[in-house]
């Protein structure tokens, strides 16, 4: 009779194919989830040597360039590297970057110690110019990793832990065609250590973008920019931002305090610029307005004809006094306004209830159906019309509506009622922050003379970069020469002074029709 098999052979046995399991895991979540390489803090089941040259054909480059202890040779790429790396295009590539990161050290803003970062690099040319020159600590990242110089991850989604790198590197001008460069901003903060430096490099020179760029990093000092050769000798040059972390880890989602109460704003010199380049105001009072405010509407230079606006955290359009979504929504500003490219947050805010109804089908737009005013209080509302436009407002199918105070309200008038008004200038300071771009087109009927001072004396004008303003005053008639409109007691002189007031605060203000 044959003895009983072991039960200690028995368990060592399932212990072994356990652990064969565990590692055949581990193995296939480092090759398909991972990139096809070793992130750091992870284990690797093949280690390249020391000195092994993978490489050959690239004059001035040493073989040390891509060995690391940490390098990983994984599971065989789809595409051949060592064909890339031999190409025309990769060599020059690397001495480009070798250039730079060479001008960086000579700075101090890079060392051989510097535990190095490069963002939204594909084949990791970056990466290679850096071990290359004695940076051995680099690593690159890309949506889809290219062993052994680059892993999976994003320049918004860093696969590291917080505080990890002395050095981070964004070249190739890709900032600025990341779609949410404050997310980007929010994840240097994390993972750049104390002291460490961000380089970046841009297309973008104006100083707007420099100073909205600026203002994306909390965590962050600007040390200087300057321009330097781009990679295609036959382009311009492109500016280098080099900025340093001061402080200790932020978090995601960290914003600078919204802007006090009863402040004036600061007017900074790229903001004046602005101002200074924009279309001339219309001093001398129109005789025939509703002709010479429209041909005006084709001078205006709109702020993203003069300046970048791609590094801001979120972009947004207030249509005040909206009426309906074809007025201006539709109409100009999703057709005509040079948006960059970039996807708005549209706000339409309208008292009148004869246009709500139509913004429920209409996508990507939020309908506030209040009005704009400078307390929250019951109102007034009532449609006023214009003597001789009676034809045309019949044609429009509605006439003009004002807001009043409820004890200064007309009585007995026919198509009026009661609505709610609400604090604009606080809304406004509670749903955006300096880091977004803020257009805002304001047409209420003459209550622009309220809320205007109300913005400044708040502080909330400071939020807005751009703004498009009618400004109503007892014009000239169209239907009756020689006769002004009894509907506005204001003058265009002191429409003028509003414009004015404006400009000076360093807000780029178009007079509007």
Same mark, same amino acid.
């Not at 209550?447 to 004008?461: N, Q």
């Not at 007892?474 to 007691?489: A, F, I, L, T, V």
């Given at each position: 009779?044959?003895?009983?098999?072991?039960?200690?052979?028995?368990?060592?046995?399932?212990?072994?194919?356990?652990?064969?399991?565990?590692?055949?895991?581990?193995?296939? /979540?480092?090759?398909?989830?991972?990139?096809?390489?070793?992130?750091?803090?992870?284990?690797?089941?093949?280690?390249?040597?020391?000195?092994?040259?993978?490489?050959?054909?690239?004059?001035?480059? !040493?073989?040390?360039?891509?060995?690391?202890?940490?390098?990983?040779?994984?599971?065989?790429?789809?595409?051949?590297?060592?064909?890339?790396?031999?190409?025309?295009?990769?060599?020059?590539?690397?001495?480009? /970057?070798? !250039?730079?990161?060479?001008?960086?050290?000579?700075?101090?803003?890079?060392?051989?110690?510097?535990?190095?970062?490069?963002?939204?690099?594909?084949?990791?040319?970056?990466?290679?110019?850096?071990?290359?020159?004695?940076?051995?600590?680099?690593?690159?990242?890309?949506?889809?990793?290219?062993?052994?110089?680059?892993?999976?991850?994003?320049?918004?989604?860093?696969?590291?832990?917080?505080?990890?790198?002395?050095?981070?590197?964004?070249?190739?001008?890709?900032?600025?065609?990341?779609?949410?460069?404050?997310?980007?901003?929010?994840?240097?903060?994390?993972?750049? =250590?104390?002291?460490?430096?961000?380089?970046?490099?841009?297309? !973008?020179?104006?100083? /707007? !973008?420099?100073?909205?760029?600026?203002?994306?990093?909390?965590?962050?000092?600007?040390?200087?920019?300057?321009?330097?050769?781009?990679?295609?000798?036959?382009?311009?040059?492109?500016?280098?931002?080099?900025?340093?972390?001061?402080?200790?880890?932020?978090?995601?989602?960290?914003?600078?305090?919204?802007?006090?109460?009863?402040?004036?704003?600061?007017?900074?010199?790229?903001?004046?610029?602005?101002?200074?380049?924009?279309?001339?105001?219309?001093?001398?009072?129109?005789?025939?307005?509703?002709?010479?405010?429209?041909?005006?509407?084709?001078?205006?230079?709109?702020?993203?004809?003069?300046?970048?606006?791609?590094?801001?955290?979120?972009?947004?359009?207030?249509?005040?006094?909206?009426?309906?979504?074809?007025?201006?929504?539709?109409?100009?500003?999703? =057709?005509?306004?040079?948006?960059?490219?970039?996807?708005?947050?549209?706000?339409?805010?309208?008292?009148?209830?004869?246009?709500?109804?139509? /913004?429920?089908?209409?996508?990507?737009?939020?309908?506030?159906?209040?009005?704009?005013?400078?307390?929250?209080?019951?109102?007034?509302?009532?449609?006023?019309?214009?003597?001789?436009?009676?034809?045309?407002?019949?044609?429009?199918?509605?006439?003009?509506?004002?807001?009043?105070?409820?004890?200064?309200?007309?009585?007995?008038?026919?198509?009026?009622?009661?609505?709610?008004?609400?604090?604009?200038?606080?809304?406004? =300071?509670?749903?955006?922050?300096?880091?977004?771009?803020?257009?805002?087109?304001?047409?209420?009927?003459?209550?622009?003379?309220?809320?205007?001072?109300?913005?400044?004396?708040?502080?909330?004008?400071?939020?807005?970069?751009?703004?498009?303003?009618?400004?109503?005053?007892?014009?000239?008639?169209?239907?009756?020469?020689?006769?002004?409109?009894?509907?506005?007691?204001?003058?265009?002189?002191?429409?003028?002074?509003?414009?004015?007031?404006?400009?000076?605060?360093?807000?780029?203000?178009?007079?509007?029709?």
């Amino acid at each position: 009779m044959e003895p009983k098999p072991s039960l200690l052979r028995n368990f060592l046995v399932r212990v072994f194919f356990f652990c064969v399991l565990v590692i055949g895991i581990r193995f296939a /979540y480092v090759v398909t989830i991972r990139g096809e390489s070793c992130d750091l803090g992870d284990f690797c089941f093949f280690a390249l040597p020391e000195n092994r040259n993978l490489v050959t054909g690239i004059p001035q480059i !040493s073989s040390s360039a891509i060995i690391t202890n940490n390098a990983i040779l994984s599971s065989p790429a789809k595409t051949n590297s060592r064909d890339l790396w031999a190409t025309q295009d990769w060599r020059e590539a690397v001495q480009y /970057y070798w !250039s730079v990161f060479q001008d960086l050290i000579a700075e101090g803003y890079l060392s051989p110690n510097s535990k190095s970062l490069c963002v939204e690099t594909p084949n990791g040319e970056e990466v290679f110019a850096l071990k290359d020159i004695g940076v051995s600590d680099s690593i690159g990242i890309f949506k889809k990793g290219s062993k052994p110089l680059v892993i999976s991850g994003q320049a918004i989604h860093q696969p590291f832990h917080d505080n990890t790198f002395d050095f981070i590197f964004f070249g190739g001008s890709g900032i600025n065609k990341l779609a949410k460069p404050a997310e980007f901003a929010a994840e240097v903060a994390r993972t750049l =250590k104390p002291e460490g430096f961000l380089v970046v490099h841009t297309v !973008s020179k104006d100083t /707007y !973008s420099l100073n909205s760029f600026i203002g994306l990093f909390n965590c962050c000092k600007f040390i200087r920019f300057r321009e330097v050769d781009n990679f295609d000798s036959s382009a311009p040059p492109i500016r280098q931002i080099v900025m340093k972390k001061e402080t200790a880890i932020l978090g995601r989602g960290v914003s600078s305090p919204h802007i006090n109460s009863l402040i004036k704003c600061p007017v900074p010199d790229y903001k004046q610029d602005l101002v200074r380049n924009a279309e001339p105001l219309i001093t001398e009072e129109p005789l025939k307005p509703w002709i010479t405010l429209k041909r005006h509407i084709k001078n205006i230079k709109y702020l993203p004809s003069m300046a970048d606006i791609s590094f801001k955290r979120k972009y947004v359009y207030v249509d005040v006094g909206a009426r309906s979504y074809g007025s201006s929504i539709a109409s100009w500003f999703r =057709k005509q306004y040079p948006k960059q490219n970039k996807t708005f947050e549209i706000y339409a805010i309208e008292a009148d209830k004869a246009f709500h109804a139509e /913004y429920r089908y209409k996508k990507g737009v939020t309908l506030l159906p209040y009005a704009a005013w400078v307390r929250n209080e019951t109102l007034f509302f009532e449609v006023n019309h214009d003597p001789g436009q009676e034809k045309e407002e019949k044609d429009k199918g509605r006439g003009m509506g004002r807001i009043k105070p409820v004890q200064s309200s007309s009585s007995g008038v026919a198509d009026g009622h009661e609505i709610q008004g609400f604090d604009f200038a606080n809304w406004l =300071k509670n749903t955006v922050s300096e880091k977004d771009f803020v257009v805002i087109k304001m047409d209420v009927e003459g209550t622009e003379f309220d809320l205007i001072p109300r913005l400044m004396k708040t502080g909330a004008i400071c939020l807005i970069d751009e703004i498009f303003l009618e400004c109503h005053y007892n014009r000239w008639q169209k239907c009756c020469p020689g006769k002004r409109s009894p509907k506005y007691q204001k003058t265009y002189g002191q429409c003028l002074e509003l414009f004015s007031s404006l400009r000076k605060s360093g807000v780029l203000v178009h007079q509007w029709w």
